[in-house]
């Protein structure tokens, strides 16, 4: 999502112990590249992301997560291997704000 659109922000804080959830239209996408394919590593988010009104939702479009469909982010390989999993939370932050 964050290559096609430049205006949107991640949050980038140093990740905790919770994993990232999608929802089920995002499901299997890579968070920093769009990918579809080579699913990896585990997604980690920050410990303000995985709380609140914001732990029940998906960490790229927002929407909320249904229980039954809702499935752990992942890494791509491409992203693990150039190390952009180690940049931080990667849950954008602004979805809405997009003109």
Do not use: W
């Amino acid at each position: 999502m964050s290559r096609h659109q430049y205006d949107l922000v991640q949050c980038m804080k140093q990740p905790g112990s919770r994993y990232g959830f999608l929802c089920q239209n995002c499901d299997g996408k890579c968070p920093i590249c769009d990918s579809l394919v080579k699913p990896t590593t585990k997604v980690r988010i920050c410990e303000e992301c995985s709380y609140g009104h914001l732990g029940n939702r998906c960490i790229l479009c927002g929407s909320n997560l249904v229980d039954n469909h809702s499935s752990v982010a992942y890494y791509c390989l491409e992203c693990v291997l150039m190390e952009k999993d180690r940049e931080g939370c990667p849950r954008i932050i602004n979805v809405g704000s997009s003109f």
